[in-house]
């Protein structure tokens, strides 16, 4: 009888023990982001400025897609070196510091990966944390879409010609996640995960503009798939615009991926 006794408390120890448990995880998710300041878009800044290429340009090699009729033939190179006057296309600029205690809405808009003619356009492309991200197939062949992150789990999904659009969403911020297609090996985009809407990717100008920053203090950082991160610090007041302007230095020979 004390031996059942006995049981009988430790089952019911154990039992309230596991509804604390259950009672704090839910208060804890159920709790406002206490200490998170909104921005005030009446002070808000803006940050803007080019991205610059010298040195040694690596010749864009034109990619064979013979293996495929279905990709067409208009020629198609890679696109790990998109300069013109030197200003560098494709390179993604995002606030690396400064942003903390802040809060921002989540963002409901679909971003869109578009694979037609054998590419993904874009080839770079910035989203936030949770947003959707729609991958259409434009081509009469199949693709096999294959995002390799390092935070997060990879997937790889085939699409057949003229299937619905795929939906994902990226939860967990990182920088320049490869996307290929395991159909046809030299497709290749770069997807950029943040916690937060203020980024911006160069066109062909090299030029970039972040609006919404409240004053503070920052570190700007501009990264590009080939030649790595570069970093700035700004200062931003009241309404301010102030320019950062990166230069990277092909000196080491850096040749665009092979395909």
């Not at 993904?120 to 989203?127: A, F, K, S």
């Not at 990182?174 to 943040?194: D, T």
């Amino acid at each position: 009888m004390r031996i059942t006794v006995f049981f009988c408390s430790i089952l019911l120890l154990v039992a309230l023990s596991a509804c604390n448990s259950k009672s704090e995880s839910t208060s804890a998710t159920s709790q406002p982001q206490a200490g998170l300041t909104p921005i005030d878009p009446a002070t808000a800044g803006s940050i803007s400025g080019n991205v610059k290429f010298s040195g040694t340009l690596p010749k864009a090699q034109q990619i064979d897609m013979s293996q495929d009729p279905a990709c067409g033939n208009k020629p198609n190179f890679d696109e790990s070196f998109v300069v013109s006057n030197g200003a560098l296309a494709n390179a993604f600029i995002y606030v690396k510091k400064g942003l903390e205690g802040r809060s921002f809405p989540a963002v409901s808009t679909v971003a869109k990966i578009t694979q037609q003619n054998c590419r993904y356009t874009p080839h770079v492309m910035g989203i936030v944390a949770g947003q959707p991200v729609q991958i259409i197939n434009a081509d009469q062949t199949t693709h096999n879409i294959h995002p390799m992150p390092t935070a997060s789990k990879q997937w790889n999904e085939s699409q057949l010609p003229n299937d619905q659009p795929i939906q994902k969403t990226f939860n967990k911020p990182e920088l320049m996640i490869p996307v290929k297609c395991n159909q046809h090996p030299w497709m290749r985009m770069y997807l950029n995960v943040v916690s937060n809407p203020l980024f911006a990717v160069t066109g062909p100008d090299g030029r970039f503009e972040i609006k919404g920053l409240p004053p503070g203090e920052y570190t700007i950082a501009a990264v590009h798939e080939k030649m790595g991160e570069q970093e700035m610090k700004v200062t931003i007041g009241p309404k301010e615009t102030k320019s950062a302007d990166f230069a990277f230095v092909n000196s080491h020979g850096v040749e665009p991926r092979l395909q």
